[in-house]
């Protein structure tokens, strides 16, 4: 069946315009604002309970305790490094590249799931639990959700991926792709944000 073309769209193409965003792409908008809007409040809260301590970490962990950072910072780069085969996937099935599509899609899902697989490593390796004190429980609530919705983001990537190979995304409809696009590039943004604040502050 094809898809119905409305006047708007074809005036901006002949105008060398981009066709008018849908009602999709706002409804992710606005998805990701109210996801942003939940991370900046755990956040908030976190530094709220900081300064109110006086001593960060407050006890039992002591203010002379520090986070590891090596794994940290090597999921960060991972993390950080996904969002280029995510962005050439888009950028391929724009111009009609399934090959390049599935290639990116799997690559980024492989790359996200090697950062959970990161963070799990440091679960179970840290000296410290989320019933350790108010520091425990805020870290383990930040990098908890933020895990849990790169784990959305994997599946959603994979629900992608399998599509892709079923030869579900064409050039003019691919808007799963983009939408994925969208929120990986959100969930990298938000890690770089409780990265700076969790192990850098």
Same mark, same amino acid.
Not at 51 to 65: C, D, E, K, S, T
């Given at each position: ?39 900046a409040n755990l956040i908030a809260s ?29 999921? !960060?780069? /991972?993390?950080? =490094?996904?969002? +280029? ?6 950028? *391929?099935?724009?111009? #009609? ?34 019933? !350790?004190? /108010?520091?425990? =429980?805020?870290? +383990? ?6 895990? *849990?919705?790169?784990? #959305? ?34 969930v990298d943004v938000v890690w770089v ?9």
């Amino acid at each position: 069946m094809s898809a119905v073309i409305s006047p708007t769209e074809i005036q901006a193409h002949e105008e060398g315009e981009a066709p008018a965003k849908g009602f999709g792409w706002y409804g992710m908008v606005f998805f990701l604002a109210s996801e942003a809007v939940f991370f900046a409040n755990l956040i908030a809260s976190y530094l709220y309970l900081r300064v109110r301590a006086g001593q960060w970490p407050p006890p039992p962990l002591g203010a002379n305790f520090q986070l590891e950072r090596t794994i940290p910072i090597i999921n !960060t780069l /991972i993390l950080l =490094s996904s969002s +280029f085969p995510m962005h050439w996937a888009a950028r *391929a099935i724009s111009r #009609g590249d399934k090959r390049k599509l599935t290639i990116g899609l799997l690559t980024t899902a492989i790359l996200g799931a090697i950062f959970l697989s990161g963070q799990a490593w440091e679960y179970t390796h840290s000296s410290f639990g989320p019933s !350790t004190g /108010i520091f425990g =429980s805020t870290f +383990f609530t930040l990098t908890g959700f933020h895990g *849990a919705h790169v784990t #959305g983001g994997v599946l959603f990537l994979l629900v992608c991926f399998f599509r892709s190979t079923r030869g579900h995304f064409t050039k003019d409809h691919h808007f799963a792709v983009n939408a994925v696009e969208m929120y990986w590039h959100f969930v990298d943004v938000v890690w770089v944000v409780l990265f700076t604040v969790l192990y850098l502050l």
